[in-house]
């Protein structure tokens, strides 16, 4: 595949690449009260954790949140808004704050964004949507911009978790199950997708290690290039976290799945966080991948935490499922009731403590009977 093939089918990819990816991220938040559960915690009857993602800011919550607690659901993941926490507090339910994280168009500054291998900055020149626009680990900047909002976020009386998704590079490789979609070959990191090679990004990677990356014929061939990269959002979130701890609150994260997929895809190396969990995105269509693929997934995340923190497994639901064999858009796809059994045990038996529905919204009543039974069977 010719580099000047992907840059011509690189306008064909939509906004709803970002709305994978996302899912890849909103699909997973509220987190950690799942252990009151094992301590007869009276909010919820199940036996196992169960979070969602509702978006935003439902408006409304109170109906919402009595469906979610009737289906056994745990903690949910909202925007930053303290009336929806207030409202979720109220229905015992663990209040988890979706933020948006590194891919941020916000910011007037275009220095502060990830520059690719082509010298284009995602501020001006975003691969893949035109919203794509990431900030760069690197700059301090960027860490004190992020910092001031998460401990600000922190304050509010009844959110539990800070929740971060998109805190990682843009896809350096989409999932395979969306190349046909938007018509590209991505079986290797192509420039226009690769980041950060900002001045100061280089010059980093060079007193680090000696390495002049921009000397190089294949930078994406250099081991060492990919682990400081790694290394850079690591550094970020541990920062972040220790100041969102020190507020006396908890820090969860959307990943992708792996962590070998999502050090591949995204640079994450989210093993190494200090996270009080971890979500991965583990929507098995995106993948190609039927629902069998949860054990052995969530097997890999919960050994690379070694027991360290919980791991809650992201499901992708089918919102269309009856018709699901007539939808060519992945982002129609995603698990039928007739999966769900498969889906949540198989994830409990790879290891993880618990699951969460990518999205409420999404689920039809026999998606919710068919998790009330799988649920139900584990005790």
Known sequence: MKTVNFLANLAKASLSITETVRKVVNGQLSILVIFCMFVSCSQSSAPVPIYAWTGANPENADELFTQLKSHGVTGVCCGDNAEVARIAHAHGLEYHVWTGSMCDGSRGDSTLYAVN???????????????YKFLCPQKEEVFQYL????????DIPDVDFIHLDFIRFPDVILARGLWDKYGLVMDEEYAPADYCYCNQCVAAFKTASGIDIQSLEDPSQCPE????RYDQITTLVNRLAANIHAKGKKISAAVF??????KKLVRQEWNKWDLDAVFPMNYNDFYLEGAGWL???CREEAAAVNGRIPVYSGLFICPDWKHKAEKEDPEDHGLLPSEMEEAVLGSLRGGASGICLFTPGRMSEEHWQALDKAVQSIK
């Open 117 to 131: 291998r082509n010298g284009q900055s995602a501020y001006s020149k975003p691969a893949f949507v035109d919203h």
């Open 257 to 262: 799945p792996g962590p070998t997929l999502a």
């Open 295 to 297: 054990e052995s997934i």
């Open 225 to 228: 290039w990919k682990q400081f």
């Open 147 to 154: 910092n001031e909002r998460y401990t600000a976020i922190a």
